[in-house]
């Protein structure tokens, strides 16, 4: 097999994996949920805001409603990359198709970046997409911060790369649907636990729990990136002290580098996992 044709191999299942998850019953709840979410939280940040007016101008409006749009993203987000793609290669197994997928000029694990691909794609639109509803939602009270939104565009981006990348590790050694979702779920949830243990904060070890987490490593990123401290914003410094309790004994100035190397990490282990499991298979 051609690099170029491999690489037409990878894109093609992308773009197979994309158009199958646009469809699935699954992701659309999934993303319907995550918008009416996305939408709902931003509209209850601003009520509250206007509730005692004048205390914050437009702009440390806008970094309020950022922060609960990023808040969001963090916590609900990976929801929707890992429950709507574990079941990828679980399905595929049961119905036979990946023995047609392999016939096609891509590896095993150009498969599984194909997918991941794919998959992030799509889940890359639905967050588009609320964070669009959610700045729409509150658009005839305060003017969006579009550039703000771009680069959380990116940083989602990345943070549903990782949760794509997870979903298809677990999807490489399960084989049951059920067992799938329920494994998504708890992984889901024994990150939204280890984000908010107090022990290693204790022990003077927070950053080897922030580092193994990509909520926080994206939160900290976001941190970073969108409210950036020492400005003389005063709705800049308090969001520094509230994620600031998120990200517990993170430098911050590591966690976009920690986040990349996460992703490639959990690729690396997607991609492996499911070539040596269809190795052993034959």
Known sequence: MTEASGTRGILAVARMEFQLAMVSRLSLLLGAFFIIIVAAGTNIALSGIQRVPGVLNDRQTQTVLM????????????????????????????????????????????????KILGRTAHVVVISWVGIAAGLLVVSDRVRPDLGQAAVLIGLAMLLAMVWVSLAMLLSSFVRRPINALVSAFGLWFLMLVWGGLPFFDWIGMGGLKALTNP????????????????????????????????????????????????????AAAATEAFHRQEEAAG
Do not use: C, H, W
């Open 67 to 114: 922060v609960t749009i990023t808040v969001t993203l963090a916590f609900l987000g990976p929801l929707v990359p890992i429950l709507s793609s574990v079941l990828s290669i679980v399905e595929e197994r049961s119905t036979r198709t990946i023995e047609m997928l392999l016939s096609r000029p891509v590896t095993r694990r150009g498969l599984v970046l194909g």
């Open 215 to 266: 909520n926080t490593l994206f939160l900290g990123a976001a941190r970073k990136a969108l409210f950036p401290a020492g400005t003389g914003d005063v709705a800049n410094d308090v969001v520094q002290t509230a994620l600031g309790a998120f990200t517990s004994g993170l430098n911050i100035d590591y966690a976009l580098p920690g986040l990349v190397v996460f992703l490639v990490l959990a």
